[in-house]
């Protein structure tokens, strides 16, 4: 009987050691000052090579279909990632990647926007207001444009309209916090 529980915490020890092991080996390396924890992959021989990321000169990238994005923060407990979506362009209410129509997630690939988040929609026309969007003057949208310094070439702008992102939709995330509006960021999940 001791030979038997002997061999069998052995064969338990040695089972923790490989697997503890075997995360070790498959967690990439930083890049620069940032952990990339799994399962995101920077290079062929860690992570999950479905969760694959770029590391360029310390910096983390999220390269979508259709163009690629500085990486803002990681959140390995929550599994999410946010990104600095395209800015707007100087003196108007358009954004830089407009001709790259948006973000474009790849959908055989594990991201997905977070439901968390809200979507805006800045100078639309008014066939948007046919979708069940909430565009109204008193709107979270609005709300925004009045008050961040980062979207006054908005405030002439004829629409603008929210939705609670969950989807992979063209979309810029932004969360308020009592008025303070944080940098604008996209969070994938």
Not at 15 to 42: E, F, I, K, M
Not at 73 to 89: E, F
């Amino acid at each position: 009987m001791a030979v038997t529980f002997k061999l069998l915490s052995t064969a338990l020890f040695l089972l923790t050691c490989t697997v503890g092991l075997t995360l070790a080996v498959n967690r990439c390396p930083d890049c620069g000052s940032t952990a990339v924890p799994y399962p995101l992959s920077t290079g062929p021989t860690c992570g999950d090579q479905n969760y694959k990321i770029r590391c360029d000169a310390g910096s983390l990238i999220f390269d979508t279909l259709n163009n690629s994005f500085p990486i803002t923060s990681i959140d390995p407990l929550n599994q999410r990632i946010v990104i600095q979506p395209a800015g707007l362009v100087p003196n108007r209410c358009i954004t830089t990647d407009l001709s790259f129509n948006g973000v474009q997630l790849n959908s055989s690939l594990p991201f997905n926007i977070t439901s968390s988040k809200t979507i805006m929609f800045l100078n639309c026309t008014d066939s948007i207001l046919r979708s069940p969007l909430d565009c109204s003057a008193t709107g979270l949208c609005q709300v925004y444009v009045n008050e961040s310094s980062r979207t006054t070439a908005c405030e002439a702008a004829p629409i603008c309209c929210t939705f609670k992102a969950g989807g992979s939709a063209t979309a810029y995330a932004i969360r308020a916090r009592e008025n303070r509006w944080p940098k604008p960021g996209m969070e994938f999940q």
